[in-house]
């Protein structure tokens, strides 16, 4: 019965995939990214706990991904990936005050010896530690996320070697503006500048 179900249902979501990525091309957007991770449907089915399938879409690693590569395959359409972005298994656990795991690091250097593409990597970089990383060769791109919302000129700063502001994670997913818009550029911080402004009238 599950498998007979996965044969209708699963289809049909990997084709909501390729109409969402349909939908962006033609809205404008050079490309999009299929997100596997975080938790979202395609992580749920990676994960061997969220994971309890019993047919072709479960219980082995090759089956659990079975789905992810449907969608891929789906929406480049032979096209190839023009890039693989992973989180940092390292760095991140230390920036979120957990020891990492020796395991995902082993993966992470697996998936660099076989991915022939570009690979980004993100979470928990600082400058000397993305530096770092691309000068051993480990990535090609480093991201940055939460450095990047705590600071508006963050490319500025790190030409500049200048302090960083730190970012508040108790602000996160507020649906506000604070946390958001509200930290201050260097020029604003030595009053060259306004501070932000936040215009509420679009509420």
């Given at each position: ?21 349909k ?19 395609l ?6 706990s969220t ?7 479960g219980?082995t ?34 920036a ?7 395991r ?40 940055f996320g ?58």
């Amino acid at each position: 019965m599950a498998g007979a179900a996965a044969s209708v249902e699963l289809p049909g979501i990997v084709q909501q995939y390729v109409r969402a990525a349909k939908n962006a091309v033609e809205a404008g957007f050079d490309g999009v990214e299929i997100h596997a991770a975080n938790g979202y449907l395609l992580d749920q089915f990676l994960s061997s706990s969220t994971n309890r399938r019993l047919d072709e879409y479960g219980e082995t690693v090759a089956n659990r991904a079975r789905l992810l590569l449907d969608v891929v395959r789906a929406v480049s359409n032979e096209h190839g990936l023009a890039y693989l972005h992973l989180v940092n298994p390292v760095l991140a656990a230390v920036a979120d005050g957990r020891v990492p795991d020796p395991r995902p690091m082993r993966l992470l250097e697996l998936v660099r010896k076989l991915f022939r593409g570009p690979l980004i990597l993100a979470g928990g970089f600082g400058l000397d530690t993305a530096e770092g990383w691309l000068e051993q060769g480990r990535a090609d791109l480093i991201a940055f996320g939460r450095a990047f919302i705590a600071n508006p000129d963050l490319p500025k700063r790190f030409r500049l070697r200048a302090p960083l502001n730190a970012d508040d994670p108790a602000t996160y997913y507020g649906g506000g503006e604070k946390g958001y818009t509200d930290y201050p550029t260097l020029e604003q911080d030595a009053g060259e500048q306004p501070m932000p402004c936040v215009d509420k009238r679009w509420r």
